[in-house]
């Protein structure tokens, strides 16, 4: 049985739920560490008004005795606390669109005449489910050696001078900054560019990093396109609403220039062991394989597309030009977009592994994964 997942749940609807099938027995899960991941997303400056209402918890509903899995499926819910504040008040029917959002594609394509309906599903709402999934999948990561982080590298026009130093180390420098830059010049800032923003009723957008180390060699394959690991981590990080650009590793500073000073060229690896590589420009995957390199991949986020200032639009329902109104928004999530996509690039890699090396349980995995790389 592969791994997958589904979410379902609107963004003030009561809840989102997650089911996640395929996960081995035996992994250690407790909602205290999903919940972790859940407050990280919540974070970061430039988060809007819901977060002072929303404190996410995770509800592990089915699946975990006893603080581990048991190979069924595991439900995970997490309530929506201003549910409350939405059930019993009367919205007039959305008929004006929102450039840059779902609402005026989806309204035609599922002939919805208010544009509320498409809003509450394809609202970023939903990534809280998806946090929980991958903080599950990270601990059947964790079980194999394979750690996942993320930072901040440019927002808006400000862009930081990353320091020179291990990916775990920027992780760290990332997670005591409220904007996950590891430049604390460039965070300071970015705060004041998220500050001038909200004066002036806009958004912001940027660039992350998101990275995995201890990646065996051998994840995805090169022999069928939907089976190669670099398109189906792409797939998984562009799905993340307001995400619109990814590289793997320095992809388009590589396409200037010539392949000599691209590749990452190998050499004689110590005594018993296989050939070492001294750089890393493939980002951690050749042919849609895993080649032992740390996994690195940059995305961009647009800027949210809700802004206080109004943008030009139409209303649906009488042609007439129109001027969008303001719901409540972030000025920036992009602190919150990193986590969402160590989530999803966790849950890549632990259905890549599970294919890999298969197991009913993490004790078969672990004794298969152990088994070839000792070979």
Not at 281 to 294: V, W
């Amino acid at each position: 049985m592969s791994l997958k997942f589904l979410t379902a749940g609107e963004s003030h609807g009561p809840g989102l739920t997650a089911i996640v099938e395929g996960l081995p027995s035996g992994l250690p899960v407790k909602a205290e560490d999903i919940n972790l991941d859940l407050q990280r997303r919540q974070r970061g400056y430039g988060r809007g008004g819901r977060m002072s209402i929303e404190h996410d918890t995770a509800q592990i509903t089915a699946g975990v005795i006893a603080d581990q899995t048991i190979g069924a499926p595991v439900a995970l819910f997490i309530e929506n606390r201003d549910w409350s504040n939405w059930r019993d008040r009367h919205v007039p029917a959305w008929s004006v669109p929102r450039p840059g959002h779902a609402d005026l594609a989806g309204g035609m394509k599922y002939h919805l005449a208010d544009l509320r309906w498409v809003a509450e599903r394809a609202s970023a709402r939903e990534t809280a489910a998806r946090v929980a999934v991958g903080a599950v999948c990270k601990q059947l990561l964790r079980s194999c050696g394979i750690q996942v982080g993320s930072y901040v590298v440019q927002l808006g026009w400000v862009t930081a001078a990353v320091p020179d130093c291990s990916l775990p180390d920027l992780w760290a420098l990332a997670e005591s900054s409220d904007v996950r830059c590891p430049d604390p010049i460039a965070a300071e800032a970015m705060r004041q560019h998220i500050d001038d923003a909200r004066v002036a009723g806009d958004s912001l957008g940027g660039v992350f990093v998101v990275a995995a180390t201890g990646v065996p060699v051998g994840l995805g394959s090169h022999v069928h396109w939907d089976r190669r690991l670099d398109g189906r981590l792409a797939q998984a990080i562009l799905s993340i609403p307001a995400i619109k650009g990814l590289e793997i590793g320095p992809a388009f500073e590589n396409a200037g220039l010539p392949g000599t000073q691209v590749h990452d060229a190998l050499y004689p690896g110590e005594a018993g062991n296989g050939p070492v590589r001294r750089s890393n420009r493939a980002g951690g995957l050749e042919g849609g394989i895993t080649n032992g390199q740390p996994i690195v991949i940059r995305a961009a986020m647009k800027p949210i597309p809700t802004t206080v200032h109004p943008q030009s639009s139409v209303n649906v329902a009488t042609g007439e030009a129109a001027s969008t109104q303001y719901q409540r928004s972030d000025v920036c999530a992009l602190p919150a977009a990193c986590v969402v996509a160590e989530a999803m690039m966790a849950y890549i890699l632990s259905e890549a592994l599970l294919e890999k090396f298969g197991g009913d349980s993490l004790a078969e995995l672990l004794r298969n994964m152990e088994g070839y790389l000792q070979s």
